[in-house]
């Protein structure tokens, strides 16, 4: 079972087009991360929520974490073809004193010029 | 700058052999984690250690082992490889401190294993 489903699995734009990516859970994490992966390489951080309800703003990537922390979104506006790649959302739970990374089933992003 | 090296890029094995992949990070952090990777599904955690000699299962153990005889050092065992374990392998590291809450999972740049 997929603690943290994302959505959609795929998405292919047009340069300038906005997007939004989605990432659900029924588990309260208490930060979630965003990562970009491109391919032959292991995945970026982008950004890390942590309260609930707050929003982080990357130039054209806004992230928000949903007010009960169980779910988050990536918006990109004006997308650019540098913005293609796998973006994966993070939750981290604690656990014993010690931290449980677990990540979405991955987005992934293609921007045609 | 952190640096998470996985010890080999492409692995081909072949059913039931011992498979052995090692990970070594050079920042001094106590956690460490193994994900494999696979389309559809991100990243699915296997194991974690939060501290030398310390391994916590994490979500599809099965199949695996893993070992933390040092701090920077962390290796994920496949005793009997299977053809269901072809994938990317992904190795992280992470300070201790605030924890995810501030700090980002440095990555390897994975080890893709074939078994036939």
Not at chain 1, 32 to 55: A, D, I, K
Not at chain 1, 69 to 79: E, F, G, V, Y
Not at chain 2, 79 to 106: D, F, I, K, V
Request: hydrophobic share 30%; net charge neutral.
């Amino acid at each position: 079972t997929q603690l943290l489903e994302q959505s959609p699995q795929f998405l292919s734009i047009q340069e300038g087009e906005n997007l939004t990516v989605y990432c659900n859970s029924s588990s309260v994490f208490s930060s979630l991360q965003w990562y970009r992966q491109e391919p032959g390489e292991g995945p970026v951080l982008l950004v890390t929520v942590v309260t609930g309800g707050e929003v982080k703003k990357l130039k054209r990537l806004t992230f928000q974490f949903g007010d009960a922390r169980k779910d988050s979104s990536l918006h990109i506006t004006a997308a650019q073809p540098g913005d293609t790649g796998l973006y994966l959302c993070a939750g981290a739970l604690n656990s014993g004193g010690y931290q449980k990374v677990t990540f979405g089933t991955g987005t992934k992003l293609q921007v045609i010029p | 700058d952190v640096k998470v090296t996985q010890s080999s890029r492409y692995l081909v094995k072949r059913t039931g052999e011992k498979v052995f992949l090692e990970c070594v990070q050079d920042m001094d952090h106590e956690n460490m984690f193994w994900y494999r990777q696979d389309p559809g599904l991100g990243l699915r955690l296997i194991y974690f250690s939060y501290d030398v000699k310390m391994k916590e299962k994490g979500d599809i153990p099965e199949g695996y082992s893993v070992s933390r005889e040092k701090k920077e050092r962390f290796s994920l065992i496949l005793e009997s490889a299977s053809t269901n374990q072809t994938s990317m392998y992904l190795c992280a590291s992470l300070g201790q401190g605030n924890g995810p809450n501030n700090s980002p999972l440095h990555f390897g740049n994975g080890t893709r294993l074939t078994v036939t």
